[in-house]
């Protein structure tokens, strides 16, 4: 057991962006363990139970699972459940127990899980995580599914007509905007592998973990990454270095400014609000994309956004209200929990060839 | 404490509660459900083996209740998948990965393989598969017997000769 004592470093004030506080973050001050915290014996499940239990006195949210999640992160598992029984009730080692306390620790002060075990997964991949850099969502790898089969739809399509077209279809080109860790561009890349990505952020911190995922995953060769602020204004020799794109996905800051302090001490204290405040309605980044998109874009190409469930209305009334744009709302998708959560948009057609909606 | 819940659809989706991975063209706006691959059908891993294909209509799923306003607003990790097949009644709990789209493909690859075994008893990929590792075992099993009895018969030959002279 060691004795440390506790430096209240991860909470700060609302409001205040994150940068710059990476180096405090990691060098972390000694800490003390709260009295009574002796587990009684020393098998993961009985750890996960102590640590759960702590984190449940401490009004830490999802205490089993942040317990289960770094335990087994320490046993060199990615959830409690993959463990086998055996592994479950094996003796941990003292080094064990204490990687367990340090990341505990680190939890007890909302850090996300994700940050504190340095890594998660998306769509079968395991990327790097570090704060501030947004972590993906579960629903997000629904936006992937929907330009995966999209593209499938593409290639059965051109297949049949036969045409010299359908050649470039299969090799697609996609454009990430605020592409964060990289998870959509790198989750794209893996499952399309003819396919190349730009992926575009504005933060150095997102610029360089994308970088890395993307070494880490040997996908470097078929994606370039841009910074860039695409509310600076359009700037084609950067996000075009391959031509107009088939794909513009993003999943760009969308939450209603006003929304902003109701965010967990988890999001709002680690995560860069930059990467979240979509401004007033949530749509000023949503905005920027759809009036570039058009310049962006083949003529055949779809843009497909996450967005807040207010957001289809509002979007499709701003795209009428823009008919200069000569984009459309083609459809709205719900997440797994039914909430609309995804649009894809296309440049408008003449009716007579409209695509029926048979995707 | 979470608890599992059903997937929150709007009222009037509810007749399509079911299959929720299946495609459904209402009236405008068009909100489709998330879908599985490209299939509505659920084809075996081990396609050689013919496991019995399942029906996204048959299928009902449940994710962890209270996940807030979800998307960006929230940052659950609890990514455990329950899966219902309706017509069996088999239920299938699947937290392997920390990723919510490779636990429901895992877990309908684990349902499958167990209603195959409901369906086709003896004839299913997974009874055939289970039948054969008792198999090896009781070989193992036999063997190391064998072997056993081998080492006791030795050990006792070796007792009942005379211990050799030691060389000049």
């Given at each position: 057991m060691w004795l440390r004592f506790m430096k209240p470093w991860g909470l700060r004030p609302r409001g205040e962006k994150w940068k710059g506080r990476l180096q405090s973050l990691l060098a972390l001050q000694p800490l003390r363990l709260a009295s009574g915290c002796r587990p009684p014996s020393v098998t993961a499940r009985a750890l996960v139970n102590h640590w759960a239990q702590l984190f449940e006195e401490r009004g830490v949210p999802e205490a089993r699972e942040s317990s289960e999640y770094i335990v087994a992160h320490v046993l060199g598992a990615k959830t409690f459940q993959s463990l086998s029984a055996s592994q479950r009730c094996a003796p941990i080692t003292d080094l064990q127990q204490e990687q367990i306390g340090e990341l505990c620790t680190r939890r007890l002060q909302r850090m996300p899980v994700q940050y504190v075990i340095g890594e998660w997964d998306f769509q079968g991949l395991t990327l790097k995580m570090t704060p501030p850099v947004f972590i993906p969502r579960p629903e997000t790898e629904e936006l992937v599914n929907l330009v995966l089969h999209e593209q499938s739809q593409r290639c059965q399509e051109f297949r049949r007509k036969r045409t010299l077209a359908h050649q470039s279809h299969s090799w697609p080109l996609i454009l990430d905007v605020c592409c964060g860790s990289g998870a959509i561009a790198l989750s794209l890349l893996s499952k399309l592998t003819q396919s190349r990505v730009v992926a575009v952020d504005k933060g150095e911190e997102a610029v360089q973990l994308t970088r890395e995922n993307a070494q880490r995953l040997h996908l470097e060769d078929r994606i370039q990454i841009v910074r860039h602020d695409i509310t600076s204004g359009v700037n084609r020799e950067q996000l075009l270095p391959w031509g107009p794109v088939d794909f513009v996905v993003s999943n760009p800051p969308y939450i209603f400014h006003c929304d902003m302090a109701q965010l967990a001490p988890e999001i709002l204290s680690y995560e860069d609000t930059d990467s979240l405040d979509g401004g007033e309605n949530g749509m000023s980044v949503i905005r920027e994309i759809l009036s570039q998109a058009p310049m962006l874009l083949k003529d055949s190409g779809s843009i497909f956004l996450e967005v807040d469930p207010r957001h289809p209305e509002l979007v499709e009334k701003w795209l009428q209200s823009h008919p200069d744009l000569g984009l459309s709302l083609l459809a709205t998708h719900v997440d797994f929990c039914g909430k609309p959560r995804f649009l894809h948009i296309h440049k408008s057609r003449d009716p007579g060839s409209r695509r029926t909606q048979n995707v | 404490m979470n608890t599992l819940g059903s997937t929150s659809l709007p009222a009037s989706l509810g007749r399509f509660s079911r299959g929720l991975w299946g495609l459904w063209l209402w009236k405008k706006p068009v909100f489709l459900f998330p879908r599985m691959g490209m299939r509505a059908q659920v084809t075996g891993k081990t396609d050689a083996h013919n496991l019995l294909p399942l029906n996204e209509r048959d299928l009902e799923e449940q994710f962890v209740k209270g996940h807030g306003p979800g998307g960006q607003a929230t940052n659950k990790t609890s990514n455990c998948v329950v899966l219902k097949h309706i017509p069996s009644g088999i239920v299938v709990k699947c937290h392997?990965?920390?990723?919510v789209d490779q636990n429901r493909k895992l877990a309908r690859e684990i349902l499958q393989g167990k209603v195959d075994l409901f369906y086709r008893g003896e004839d299913s990929h997974l009874h055939k598969v289970r039948k054969e590792a008792e198999k090896k075992k009781r070989e193992r099993k036999k063997k190391a017997k064998e072997t056993l009895e081998k080492k006791r018969l030795l050990k006792e030959l070796m007792l009942t000769e005379p211990s050799p002279k030691a060389p000049l």
């Open positions: - | 392997q990965t920390r990723s």
